[in-house]
């Protein structure tokens, strides 16, 4: 079946840093992938919609400038949290949607644990 | 923002039993899809139901839709220990013109299944 890697799974950083995470879609192609943010115990809360070739649209309240998401290719988004701060600590989740057609399920990626000191 | 709720929050079980979850939305979907997550992991895909289906089987899984009532349900029959995990309901659609909703997923609140052996 369709496989996402998210990479890395866990980040400790400092207060400052700016931190990538990686979402790869392993053995198809992906023009639309997404991210999510997860607090503990809550459910998922999607942050940006990543698309190939364009900018990425961001849902209401999140902060463009905050989450730098690139989707330069077909397998490949990543998300960018810079000069996180403790505020920016979350389980944070990528997907793709396997095509073709809009009735497909999304695939996730196991996650990031951003810890920021 | 959250689409719909779940109910029960949490449900807690013996092996063997059946547990049923169930989900309510509030705007019209193309899909509905059901979701397991493991602590601290990734969400896998479980089910897809569209909107013109009324049931839908997956092994020990059995979902169905009542777009009537905006409600779906999920039941895990002889349920085992291994499915302890949070489950999530997220619905699809409609993917009207505009393209920022094609492909997103609105997701409910979850419900913490405990399968105790």
């Known amino acids: 079946g369709a496989v996402v890697s998210q990479h890395p799974s866990w980040v400790i950083c400092k207060s400052g840093t700016s931190v990538k995470i990686e979402c790869r879609s392993l053995?198809?192609?992906?023009?639309?992938m997404f991210w999510y943010r997860q607090f503990p115990k809550q459910s998922l809360m999607l942050m940006a919609t990543s698309n190939e070739g364009s900018k990425a649209t961001y849902e209401q309240g999140v902060e463009k400038d905050k989450f730098l998401i690139n989707h330069a290719s077909l397998t490949l988004s990543t998300l960018t949290v810079t000069s996180a701060h403790p505020e920016d600590s979350s389980f944070y989740i990528c997907?793709?949607?396997?095509?073709?057609?809009?009735?497909?399920?999304?695939?996730f990626g196991d996650g990031t644990r951003l810890s920021i000191l | 923002s959250q689409q719909g709720e779940e109910d029960p929050q949490a449900l807690s079980i013996q092996e063997g039993e059946n547990a049923t979850m169930n989900c309510s939305y509030k705007?019209?979907?193309?899909?509905l899809q059901w979701y397991r997550q493991n602590s601290g992991r990734g969400l896998v895909h479980l089910i897809l139901?569209?909107?013109?289906?009324r049931e839908k089987h997956s092994g020990r899984l059995r979902v169905t839709l009542d777009t009537s009532k905006k409600s779906s349900s999920l039941l895990i029959t002889a349920s085992r220990a291994a499915d302890t995990a949070s489950y999530f309901c997220a619905t699809g659609g409609p993917f009207n013109a505009g393209g920022t909703s094609y492909g997103k997923l609105t997701f409910g609140q979850g419900t913490i299944l405990t399968v105790h052996p």
């Open positions: 053995d198809f192609q992906a023009t639309t």
């Open positions: 139901i569209r909107s013109n289906e």
């Open positions: 705007t019209s979907i193309n899909n």
């Open positions: 997907s793709a949607r396997e095509p073709p057609g809009r009735n497909q399920p999304q695939h």
